[in-house]
């Protein structure tokens, strides 16, 4: 696309390549394809009942948990493939350290939009029994406006305003236009705090509804 369009939608064919390298780095630290977190099977089990009553907030410690997993994918899943692409095909690698830190900063932030909508994705077994059929539009969505598919700078008109709105946006989107130099620092890293505390603000109200109202499977 880019050698047909050269500087398509502002960015070069170095811009283009390690936009999919950083991409596919987010894939495990942020579940992008959805799950990693273990409330759906619970809440199955019945086990969801003795975490209720627990002194720790099932919120706060199941973040704990998704972020300790994020920090190993990271790791171990990130890294590796993102120096592997930087020695076969090259990379773009900023030099200016505050761009590290406002993609830093981005990366941090996105863990927890990608956490606050998954955990409303498993919360949501509660009332429907059955998380499948919410996944799979889980993951279109996060496919499709995250920006893991395709830039969403791409997106044409209307789409595209809408596309850049959204929660998903914040994922992966932004944190690899602040790595690119793309976006502005302070205006993107605001809309990605306001994401996630609405979505962590959300799941705090599903949190306090489960405990008036717990339906487990088989009784």
């Known amino acids: 696309m880019w050698q047909a369009r050269p500087g398509l939608a502002g960015y070069d064919v170095a811009d283009a390549i390690t936009f999919c390298f950083i991409t596919q780095a987010f894939i495990g630290p942020m579940q992008l394809f959805g799950g990693g977190l273990s409330i759906p099977e619970r809440i199955r089990s ?3 009942a003795l975490d209720l009553v627990r002194p720790a907030s099932l919120q706060l410690w199941t973040l704990a948990e998704d972020l ?10 990130s890294i590796p493939p993102m120096l592997l692409g930087a020695a076969l095909f090259g990379i773009v690698l900023p030099t200016d350290p505050g761009r590290w830190l406002a993609f830093l900063a981005g990366f941090a932030i996105a863990l927890l939009v990608s956490f606050g909508w998954r955990y409303l994705v498993a919360l949501s077994v509660c009332w ?17 406006f995250s920006g893991m598919m395709l830039p969403l700078r791409i997106f044409p008109g209307w789409l595209g305003d809408l596309a850049g709105a959204l929660p998903w946006a914040a994922m992966v989107q932004l944190p690899t236009d602040l790595y ?10 605001a809309f990605q705090a306001f994401w996630a505390v609405v979505l962590l603000g959300l799941g705090m109200l599903g949190t306090r509804a489960i405990r008036h109202k717990v339906v487990i499977q088989g009784g």
């Open 46 to 48: 019945g086990d969801i």
């Open 68 to 77: 300790g997993r994020g920090a190993y994918l990271f790791i171990v899943r």
């Open 128 to 144: 429907l029994l059955d998380d499948r059929g919410v996944a799979v539009l889980s993951l279109v969505l996060t496919t499709f």
């Open 180 to 189: 690119l130099g793309k976006a502005p620092v302070l205006d993107t890293l």
